[in-house]
């Protein structure tokens, strides 16, 4: 007999949410994480930090307090690391607490230290003192996510040529700073930056940036991003940075120079799979370290699931955590539905970016018909109140049965605002229900009322034209 049913590799938001369904359904559970790791890349140097940060940033600057109190509106002056990361040294602390004590609650086993595989079902674990232990499970979990990919030709110091966990260890919020690609890490944490006033440069390969969003959300994005003095550089590539004495020098292959006294690469990220023996299971990942399974999350192994960013898009602890759930269950022969095709993607850009559904551009490009509903946060009493007068939600609406096609939310609260408009989606509702339904008020909720009263509208013109 096997020493447990089920072994999890790794604690992030897969395997943490993998280990307690099994353990739920009543199962041995181990879960195998790295010191000081509980809670994965998500709680340490992903999500949560960067989320935690964020916060920091917008009440210590007094950003959204701006429009109220005049442009010089500040909480603290002279913001430092510190002040910033008590914040998130709080949080994270806080975080791992609560997965330990969830953990411990439901019996799941912990063993500290970095697994591999020594045959398909059992895992050497080693810890920091090099002491090894020997597990072995009839289903195994493999939940071990990713680490920032780092591009050869570059000489990383943490200090000054950094990746996206660097920022993290900064000594000193610089003044300058070169962000190397504008994903969704790289921009995030370009307008935190910007808004604690560094002056930042986003260096982009790519003619747009984020192009699986709404256009016209994403110009509103720049244009709030120029207006904190980031500088864009689109259809540029960095060659080379160099270290200088005052910080490093990044050499566009197209001539320019740009002097930063930091510079963080962005440049995607690599599944944790070159250590883990993948080959002694009978296993293999792809040139981005990534594991292909199959929709129940099973890997070319029977009985090895893989879960979270070490099987690829679209890598976000939302999706995570319900993959564990779902291998969980089927490796426990208590298979669930597989996840709602309908999933939201949010950004915590300043302003932050939330939506779901379909853009604009994809429905145009699949001769699909759309009315749009528009609500401006400048309009809703609530958006007076917070001094938020940019904020926007823009319904999607098919002409056809008035049914929702995508949500887009630019704005204060719409990462949150929008599942709003995934409940609906998600139920089949129409623009109907939102305009004959009574919001709070005064609320941002209330943009849906009138961003469906507004497609409404124009539906209801172009049926009087076409009498
Ligand atoms: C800066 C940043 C911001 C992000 N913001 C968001 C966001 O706002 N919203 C969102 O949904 N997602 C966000 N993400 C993505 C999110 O963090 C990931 O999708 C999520 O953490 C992936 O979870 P996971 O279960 O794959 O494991 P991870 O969180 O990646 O954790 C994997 C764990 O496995 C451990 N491990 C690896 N190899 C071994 C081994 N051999 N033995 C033992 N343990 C091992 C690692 O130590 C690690 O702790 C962000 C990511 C980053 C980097």
């Known amino acids: 007999m096997a020493d447990f049913d089920v072994a999890v590799i790794g604690s992030g938001p897969g395997g943490q949410k993998a280990a307690i369904a099994a353990a739920k359904l009543e199962k041995r559970v181990v879960i195998v994480e790295r010191r000081n790791m509980m809670g994965g890349v998500c709680i340490n140097t992903g999500t949560i930090p960067s989320k935690t940060l964020r916060e920091a940033v917008l009440y210590l600057t007094g950003l959204n307090q701006r429009e109220m109190y005049g442009q010089s509106y500040r909480v603290k002056d002279d913001i430092t690391v510190g002040d910033l ?120 390969r790519r003619e747009r940036m984020l192009d699986f969003c709404d256009l016209e959300i994403v110009e509103a994005l720049k244009y709030h991003l120029r207006d904190l003095a980031v500088t864009f550089r689109f259809g540029e590539t960095v060659a080379a940075v160099e270290r200088r004495a005052r910080g490093a020098l990044a050499l566009l292959e197209s001539g320019k120079k740009i002097p930063a006294e930091t510079v963080m690469y962005s440049a995607g990220r690599q599944g944790m799979t070159d250590g883990l023996g993948l080959e002694l299971a ?126 887009h939310v630019f704005g204060t609260g719409a990462t949150e605002l929008l599942h709003i408009g995934q409940a609906v989606m998600g139920c089949g509702g129409t623009i109907d229900y939102l305009v004959d339904a009574v919001f709070n008020y005064p609320t941002l909720a209330e943009s849906y009322k009138v961003a469906a009263l507004d497609a409404m509208n124009k539906l209801r013109r172009v049926a009087r034209f076409e009498l």
Request: glycine share 8%; proline share 5%; charged share 20%.
């Open 85 to 204: 990361g008590i914040r998130t040294q709080h949080v994270i602390g806080r975080e791992i607490d609560v997965i330990r004590s969830q953990l411990a609650r439901n019996h799941v086993a912990v063993v500290p230290g970095t697994a591999r595989f020594v045959d398909p079902h059992t895992l050497d674990v080693i810890d920091e003192s090099n002491r090894d232990v020997k597990i072995t499970a009839d289903k195994i979990i493999i939940a071990t996510g990713t680490r920032p990919a780092r591009p050869a030709s570059v000489e990383f110091d943490e200090e000054t040529i950094i990746d996206s966990d660097g920022i993290l260890n900064l000594q000193a919020v610089p003044d300058s700073l070169v962000v190397v690609g504008a994903g969704v890490i790289g921009i995030e944490y370009a307008s935190m930056f910007a808004a604690l006033g560094t002056k930042v440069t986003v260096v982009e």
């Open 282 to 407: 009978g296993l293999s990942a792809d040139d981005r370290g990534r594991i292909p399974v199959d929709e129940h999350y099973r890997t070319t192994v029977p009985h090895i699931y893989a879960v979270g960013d070490v099987i690829g898009f679209p890598s976000l602890a939302a999706t995570s955590m319900e993959q564990g759930r779902i291998a969980a269950h089927h490796a426990c022969a208590e298979p669930l539905h597989g996840i709602h095709h309908l999933q939201p993607i949010g950004i915590y850009t300043i302003p932050e970016i939330s939506f779901i559904g379909r853009t604009e551009d994809e429905l145009t490009a699949s001769q699909v018909p759309f009315e749009v509903g528009i609500s401006r946060y400048r309009e809703l009493a609530r958006g007076q109140i917070i001094g938020d007068t940019y904020g926007m939600l823009k319904l999607l609406v098919s002409p056809e049965d008035r049914s929702l096609l995508g949500v």
